[in-house]
């Protein structure tokens, strides 16, 4: 008979633990069943090392265990459980134990078991588990998805399987001492609904972000970036224009000073730096990094100008971003004019290097001003006036009525209910005002997102816009990731133009993109778009056909075809059939195709065609594995 001695540390449905051994034999493994209702649950080992007991006293400390009653048996009623020694049947410890009820979808093939544990400013927690987990819960706040995770936290309550789940960083949005409806849902076989209440979000407890942003520098936006007082931990920040993002970059906390972020906006030569909106904010939870100063790209723009003659000013000016294609430069001397320049900048420049000759002759420099574009330059020790007026933005109609920026709450609310299938009306209370967005992607593509939030699940109707002329419509309903709406799914928004659908001359085109009848999506302006790509694409293929060049031309008018240049898909589809296809049905394929631009393309592939039936060495068969090399001549 043994003789057990024993603690129990807490028993409870989520946790019984406490250790066991055998004092005539302390070396012996004791094994306890778990009971519910006098029949045996579970068993457990008192292996587990006890760091508490003194093992002067204790010759063994491996003598703990850990368990808990299986969450199958939690159903709302009490149970009677007991701890007994499975060889001798001796009851340790019994108790009436409390339990909650976590069968989440009862009668379903596929039982889902959690526990909302409850929602603050700090976040949101609890744990959902099941024969098919882990699996994805979300979190919805006012009927938007704001979040979703992977229930992979492991916790006590399922050994097998980590069940436990947290929101940590809820929206900034959100915490504007109102009460806000809070739901988590499990995506299992059928959605299920783990828990909902309303938490009121203090404005004193939102997530803000610490630091500053330095002004633009060389095609650079540099700064820090920390929550709150804590410098270690990293942030994912996002750069806004005209409220799209377009840009992440993570802070470094190792970095002297920590927090130290770069934004490289070279490449971003499409954007009208001087004029846009320029935001920063936490992703995902969207808190301002605000910058302390006017604008981080006009205030990073200074020059200088001297006086090379009395007749000609060398201006020497830098500016924190891309200029734009065509800049007006004007300078001044009190109230007298000296001129007026336009001048046509470099692709992606960040400075100039002029010589100007000035309408008025002058003899010292030290009262001159320039403005770019009307904007005033700094000009060190002369003057310090980065002043401008209120920026104009969005159109002057209403069509369908106002824009919404993508981050307002309403616009995340409207795409969730989409993506969903619960698209209600919104009443007498709705207004039919829109959200979205569009970007110009080199060398060919405009794509973007537009959703008309009275109506989202009728598409909204776009008009793409070229040098002031509607030329095209389309609806916006393709899958698309919204993400300017930090929307984290993909909703039926998005639409798709193709410049090279269009006859455009060789040259820079203003284009812009509206809600058909006047609602212009951001950036709300036309945007100066270079079609010279265009045009040389087919050129090129046409001369290297000529010259007999079809191996090479095939190359060039695939990638171009892959970038979107349809105008040479006709060539592509040729040189392609050339290249590869049945040299035996070559003679047919050219007789029955209509193929731009001119007899010359034909008849050099042609003449390729007896060039490689006339040759002994090469099997027809063959020839359309091997791509053709290039030659010389073409007939």
Known sequence: MSNISFKISSFTVKRITGWAYDTDDPSKEIFLNITVDGEAIAKVACNIQRK???????????????????????????????????????????????TDRVVLNEGARQLVYGEFAGASEDGVAGWVTGERGPYTVELEIDGALVASTEANVIIHVDKPRPAGFLFRHLPHAFFDDQSHHFRVIVRAETPVLIGETDVVLPASAAPTLQGKVEPARDGRIEGTAFYGDDSTRSVELSLMVDGIEIDRASTNPASEPPGHFVFDIRSHTTTDWMDAEIEFAAYPDGAPLRYTGEHPVRDGMSGKAELSDPQTLHVVMTCGAPLPAEVTIAATHGDVTLGTWPIATDAGATSLDLSLPLETPLIASEQIKLTVDGRPVDLPGKNDARKSGPRQRGSTGRVPGEYVRPSDGRVLRRLTELMRGTVRPEGETGHPDFSGSWRFVAPATIEGWAVDLSSPDDPAEIELIIDGVPVQTAFASGLVLAREARAGFEVPVGF???????????????VSARLAGGGLLPPHRPVAVDTSALIDASNIVDDLVLAGRVAEAYLVARRATRLGLRGVLDRAFALDFALRADWTHYEEFLDGTEIRPSRDFARVLRARFHMMMGRTDIDPAAAPKAPMCPASTGS
């Not at 491996?62 to 459980?81: A, S």
């Not at 133009?497 to 203003?510: T, V």
């Open 496 to 510: 798709g133009f193709n410049l090279a659908d269009f006859m455009l001359g060789e040259g820079k085109h203003a």
């Open 52 to 98: 508490e007991l003194d093992s002067s006293d204790f010759p063994n400390t491996q003598i703990g265990f850990n368990t808990f009653v299986p969450i199958d048996y939690w159903t709302g009623e009490p149970l009677e459980v007991a701890i007994v020694d499975a060889e001798t049947g001796l009851v340790l410890d019994q108790a009436l134990l409390d």
